[in-house]
């Protein structure tokens, strides 16, 4: 096999089983070798293998799957460049080209003679394996399911032309790599290591229609968004006002309704703002919409982490992105915390104005802040029998709205969260 002549995929994530299938492939009838050590290096395989598939919820051809996932998850100059205007021309096509024929082959290879050889029989369980579960650790069943099509795909494809406009295809309509099969993602930086962008696997599937009421406050930011994806102007966002009213729920929300439409997310908390130039240069030139997300964002007087946002959102020398923007949620409208004490400081200042615009030139570099106030008696009762529909709970409007009054006055007040908290505490007794 001619594993040895990859050139653009090489150095792929779990890309060590595919080396050691090859070196099995060349060698299982090598006398040379000793024939227990070759059936112990192929079992080894089919384990790493098995582990792969569990738990990214792979299901199937596993050989062939895990092909897939190697070519779907590797970031190259031609996967990258089809993300963004699908099919290429150039040297680029035809380096491509060669390496899609040798993956063809290691699609195409018949594993019987090898099975016979070093009596492993049970390596047929990879080749028509069935899933337990619909989803994985790793991938959920949306993205499971996109392998698994693609792998099929690949294999009826005749020729490696065939082959190739598959993954062509796939990187044009998915993207490539973790920012392609996964919607929202965490920052993280070891010390001593570099700034990694990580998936984030499990997501809260929440929708804007899940979101009772705030009806103005929806349009705002669905408007600003879908502007956003489309490729047109638009403003960072502040969504500010009293806790429990939906404002994480409706960023989220947001990122359900138009991660299809190449919307990322990527949350960092406040200790991390020193990394957001790190984290846009990592993406500023991927075919995808970044939201940068910072939920509960405030700042005590001593605090300085502001001023690198200040400077992120505005930007240096260089041209800021067009692919990102910057939303975030607060109980506070000002986002830096202003007490008495800093108004006598003020006293004594000489340029008392300048000290009060820089407390509030952050939140000015929103250019839309849309407001989320606590619901009164009659917006709180409707959130909770929309809810209690919703969730299949049969009860008397009249006793499930006493139950409601009685749970809001000991569990926080009036809000979205204490109703679905209600509601939650009712589907535990059913």
Known sequence: MRTNELMLYKNMEYGKILYDMTFLME?????????????????????????????????????????????????NAYSTSCEIVGPVKGSINAVALHDFSVMKELFNYDFTSMKETLNAECFSVLEDYKNVNESGKIFNKRIRDRICDLSQSLDMAETTEEFKDCLTQFYREFGVGKLGLHKAFRVEHPEGGTVKIVPITNIAHVYLDDLVGYDAAKKKLIDNTRAFVEGKKANNCLLFGDAGTGKSSSIKAILNQYYDQGLRMIEVYKHQFQDLNDVIAQIKNRNYKFIIYMD???FEEFEIEYKYLKAVIEGGLEKKPENILIYATSNRRHLVRETFKDKADRDEELHTNDTVQEKLSLVARFGVTIYFGSPDKKQFQRIVKTLADKNGIEMPEEQLLLEANKWELTHGGLSGRTAQQFIDYLLGQM
């Open 27 to 75: 060698n299982y009838s090598n006398e040379y070798y000793n024939r227990e050590d070759l059936r112990s290096l192929l079992f080894e395989c089919i384990n790493q293998i098995l582990e792969l598939s569990v738990s990214h919820g792979f299901e199937g051809n596993l050989w062939h799957t895990y092909l897939t996932y190697l070519m779907a998850n590797h970031e």
């Open 296 to 298: 509960d964002l405030s």
